[in-house]
């Protein structure tokens, strides 16, 4: 058998030359311009190569080792599909249990209202024939210690492996903090419960007290560095204060989980996850680990709520499959896929089972159980992933440097970047710089809300300022702001006729054809009825079938050639009657017609959110 090495006889092709073809095909425009900057700060080329993992520190690192970026299982790439559950009655909650876990989830988590209180009755009613140290077991609300108690009782009582209880308790005094700019009972006596915990915990290992809610960050509509730096920092700040109060730092590090949400930036998301179990096992070691395995993150991922819509709500399918994807190559312990109707429901078995089912066809159909970090190696992913790190820990510093989370917290510094980071997503949607499919793209025009039982879903209440010691972070919807000025056409439209938009198409078959598109596309985001023309043929007869229709809003669709005598000619006979519109802005003809009046055009440079606000308010909406 030959050992000849396959292409062999072909020269390398070095990266200038690589560059140098890519010009060309540009046509003279430089390279560099193919070169983007991501919105956390660093440049991503357009094509990387097996050279660009040259100072890639961690590229030797094996699975399962430190510092585990390639995560924390030697052979394979197993997480648990978790499933949350409002607790509302413990023996039909536990029915729904014991039917779950034999549909494949194997982590619930059980979500307990504000005047709910359970203790070690309720909680064996609700756990009546689960095996705690086979399926995981989340808990958030209640009295914390109350219910790790009752756990530690009841897995005894039961027999039940304490080596094997898996589960976690949503301990998490910094994020409440965040949430709501003030401790429940006060600083000290919120953070001073983390060490009875721990005394209370100290026989479940596998047992997380603390999770770092970090998804507050994301779902505030922060980026991908600032979730890893400020919840690394929320963890540093935990681990200084455990051990400082005599908790090793062994056991510290193994008792918090992180709680991430999974946004639709494919490959970022893959990268943020490797990343920060690189961090994490970084910062903690830096607190005298005597057991590398301590230094494991342990993470738990949802999918994002910043990117959910509630019209064309079924996209949001899409969305959480492609997240799903990212979180499971990233390498997470835990997933929770939210049902595509959370936004505005409390979901129920259609939603919950789509919801589940996304992970289990990844796991079993799919086999993205089967490969320890699928993502090695590939040069694109473990530059991000490097990126990410350098960013992030220069960041982590920074906060150090002013004191801790808390403190910086305290002064505003973490609210602050946030802000500038979701102000900058907001004005990509405005813009449709960035897409989020059928609200500000694409929107299905023949969907209507009506009037909603409850408008919380898309007005928020306020908060209660009397409590208030630093600004919390605000969390909402990307799509909100669309929505709600959708919302606002529809509902005027149950008392009043629908807004029309109606096209005046005329001239260049190809221009008027693409511009009632985008027109379409356009006034559709507001809810607006829209009616479309396959052309007229005469200028007066379109302006007698504009009169016949009756519209609220005419828009002019054709080409800058034939704006030049159309435009002026309808403007002037339909400007008495009716909103009259331009699509497009031809430059040479804006100053002339805004000298006859015509003041509205919609462009692709045109801030959609607002002028659509601007319409509104001209038809009384």
Same mark, same amino acid.
């Given at each position: 058998?030959?050992?000849?090495?396959?292409?062999?006889?072909?020269?390398?092709?070095?990266?200038?030359?690589?560059?140098?073809?890519?010009?060309?095909?540009?046509?003279?425009?430089?390279?560099?311009?193919? $070169?983007?900057?991501?919105?956390?700060?660093?440049?991503?080329?357009? +094509?990387?190569?097996?050279?660009?993992?040259?100072?890639?520190?961690?590229?030797?690192?094996?699975?399962?080792?430190?510092?585990?970026?390639?995560?924390?299982?030697?052979?394979?790439? @197993?997480?648990?599909?978790?499933?949350?559950?409002?607790?509302?009655?413990? &023996?039909?909650?536990?029915?729904? $249990?014991?039917?779950?876990?034999?549909?494949?989830?194997?982590?619930?988590? *059980?979500?307990?209202?504000?005047?709910?209180?359970?203790?070690? /009755?309720?909680?064996?009613?609700?756990?009546?024939?689960?095996?705690?140290?086979?399926?995981?077991?989340?808990?958030?609300?209640?009295?914390?210690?109350?219910?790790?108690?009752?756990?530690?009782?009841?897995?005894?009582?039961?027999?039940?492996?304490?080596?094997?209880?898996?589960?976690?308790?949503?301990?998490?005094?910094?994020?409440?903090?965040?949430?709501?700019?003030?401790?429940?009972?006060?600083?000290?006596?919120?953070?001073?419960?983390?060490?009875?915990?721990?005394?209370?915990?100290?026989?479940?290992? =596998? *047992?997380?007290?603390?999770?770092?809610?970090?998804?507050? +960050?994301?779902?505030?509509?922060?980026?991908?560095?600032?979730?890893?730096?400020?919840?690394?920092?929320?963890?540093?700040?935990?681990?200084?204060?455990?051990?400082?109060?005599?908790? @090793?730092? =062994?056991?510290?590090? @193994?008792?918090?989980?992180?709680?991430?949400?999974? %946004?639709?930036?494919?490959?970022?998301?893959?990268?943020?996850?490797?990343?920060?179990?690189?961090?994490?096992?970084?910062?903690?070691?830096?607190?005298?680990?005597?057991?590398?395995?301590?230094?494991?993150?342990?993470?738990?991922?949802?999918?994002?709520?910043?990117?959910?819509?509630?019209?064309?709500?079924?996209?949001?399918?899409?969305?959480?499959?492609?997240?799903?994807?990212?979180?499971?190559?990233?390498?997470?312990?835990?997933?929770?896929?939210?049902?595509?109707?959370?936004?505005?429901?409390?979901?129920?078995?259609?939603?919950?089972?789509?919801?589940?089912?996304?992970?289990?066809?990844?796991?079993?159909?799919?086999?993205?159980?089967?490969?320890?970090?699928?993502?090695?190696?590939?040069?694109?992913?473990?530059?991000?992933?490097?990126?990410?790190? !350098?960013?992030?820990?220069?960041?982590?510093?920074?906060?150090?440097?002013? %004191?801790?989370?808390?403190?910086? +917290?305290? &002064?505003?510094?973490?609210?602050?970047?946030?802000?500038?980071?979701?102000?900058?997503?907001?004005?990509?949607?405005?813009?449709?710089?960035?897409?989020?499919?059928?609200?500000?793209?694409?929107?299905? $025009?023949?969907?209507?809300?009506?009037?909603?039982?409850?408008?919380?879903?898309? *007005?928020?209440?306020?908060?209660?300022?009397?409590?208030?010691?630093?600004?919390?972070?605000?969390?909402?919807?990307?799509?909100?702001?669309?929505?709600?000025?959708?919302?606002?056409? =529809?509902?005027?439209?149950?008392? !009043?006729?629908?807004? /029309?938009?109606?096209?005046?198409?005329?001239?260049?078959?190809?221009?008027?054809?693409?511009?009632?598109?985008?027109?379409?596309?356009?006034?559709?985001?507001?809810?607006?009825?829209?009616? =479309?023309?396959?052309? +007229? &043929?005469?200028?007066?007869?379109?302006?007698?079938?504009?009169?016949?229709?009756?519209?609220?809003?005419?828009?002019?669709?054709?080409?800058?050639?034939?704006?030049?005598?159309?435009?002026?000619?309808?403007?002037?006979?339909?400007?008495?009657?009716?909103?009259?519109?331009?699509?497009?802005?031809?430059?040479?003809?804006?100053?002339?017609?805004?000298? &006859?009046?015509?003041?509205?055009? $919609?462009?692709?440079?045109?801030?959609?959110?607002?002028?659509?606000?601007?319409?509104?308010?001209?038809?009384?909406?």
């Amino acid at each position: 058998m030959s050992d000849k090495k396959l292409f062999k006889e072909f020269a390398p092709v070095l990266t200038s030359q690589w560059e140098e073809k890519i010009e060309k095909d540009l046509k003279g425009k430089p390279y560099s311009k193919l $070169i983007k900057k991501t919105a956390e700060g660093f440049e991503i080329k357009p +094509f990387y190569r097996e050279e660009d993992l040259d100072n890639i520190p961690f590229k030797n690192s094996l699975p399962g080792q430190f510092p585990f970026v390639r995560g924390n299982n030697v052979q394979q790439n @197993s997480w648990l599909v978790r499933q949350d559950i409002t607790v509302n009655n413990y &023996k039909e909650t536990n029915k729904k $249990i014991l039917d779950l876990s034999l549909k494949g989830v194997d982590s619930f988590g *059980f979500m307990f209202p504000p005047e709910s209180n359970p203790g070690e /009755k309720e909680l064996e009613i609700l756990l009546e024939n689960i095996r705690a140290d086979i399926l995981e077991l989340n808990f958030s609300g209640g009295e914390s210690g109350k219910i790790l108690q009752a756990i530690d009782t009841l897995a005894k009582k039961y027999n039940r492996d304490l080596e094997k209880v898996k589960g976690s308790l949503n301990v998490d005094p910094l994020g409440e903090y965040t949430l709501n700019g003030h401790f429940s009972t006060g600083e000290e006596e919120n953070i001073a419960l983390l060490p009875e915990l721990f005394k209370i915990g100290k026989h479940l290992p =596998d *047992f997380q007290l603390i999770t770092i809610n970090a998804h507050l +960050f994301h779902n505030a509509g922060g980026g991908v560095v600032s979730e890893l730096a400020f919840a690394l920092a929320m963890g540093a700040a935990y681990m200084t204060y455990l051990t400082d109060k005599g908790v @090793s730092a =062994d056991e510290t590090a @193994s008792k918090i989980r992180v709680h991430f949400a999974v %946004g639709s930036e494919y490959f970022m998301e893959i990268a943020k996850f490797r990343a920060f179990k690189l961090l994490w096992s970084k910062m903690v070691n830096a607190y005298g680990l005597s057991n590398a395995e301590n230094a494991k993150a342990h993470l738990h991922v949802s999918s994002s709520l910043w990117n959910k819509t509630m019209y064309d709500p079924y996209v949001n399918m899409l969305r959480t499959t492609t997240e799903t994807m990212s979180a499971l190559i990233g390498g997470i312990n835990s997933m929770t896929v939210l049902p595509f109707d959370k936004v505005f429901s409390r979901g129920d078995d259609f939603s919950e089972r789509i919801a589940r089912n996304q992970q289990l066809i990844l796991k079993e159909e799919s086999y993205f159980d089967k490969v320890a970090d699928p993502a090695a190696g590939s040069y694109y992913i473990e530059n991000l992933t490097k990126e990410l790190i !350098n960013q992030a820990w220069k960041l982590f510093l920074e906060v150090e440097e002013q %004191g801790g989370y808390l403190s910086a +917290f305290k &002064k505003g510094i973490i609210q602050n970047r946030i802000e500038k980071e979701a102000a900058e997503k907001d004005r990509k949607l405005a813009f449709r710089k960035q897409s989020i499919l059928g609200v500000n793209q694409y929107p299905n $025009i023949n969907e209507h809300l009506g009037v909603l039982n409850d408008e919380s879903v898309l *007005f928020p209440g306020s908060i209660e300022e009397d409590k208030i010691e630093s600004q919390p972070l605000k969390l909402y919807r990307g799509a909100m702001a669309f929505e709600q000025l959708r919302y606002r056409t =529809d509902k005027f439209a149950t008392k !009043n006729p629908r807004s /029309k938009v109606w096209m005046f198409t005329y001239g260049n078959l190809a221009m008027r054809r693409a511009r009632s598109q985008f027109a379409e596309n356009f006034f559709g985001v507001a809810g607006f009825e829209i009616i =479309d023309n396959i052309g +007229f &043929k005469t200028i007066d007869e379109g302006i007698k079938a504009a009169r016949n229709s009756k519209p609220d809003i005419v828009v002019l669709c054709a080409s800058d050639e034939d704006y030049e005598t159309m435009a002026p000619e309808v403007y002037d006979a339909l400007k008495n009657d009716f909103i009259v519109v331009l699509a497009g802005y031809p430059s040479a003809l804006v100053e002339k017609l805004k000298a &006859k009046g015509l003041e509205n055009f $919609i462009h692709i440079k045109s801030n959609i959110l607002e002028e659509l606000k601007r319409y509104q308010k001209m038809l009384e909406v």
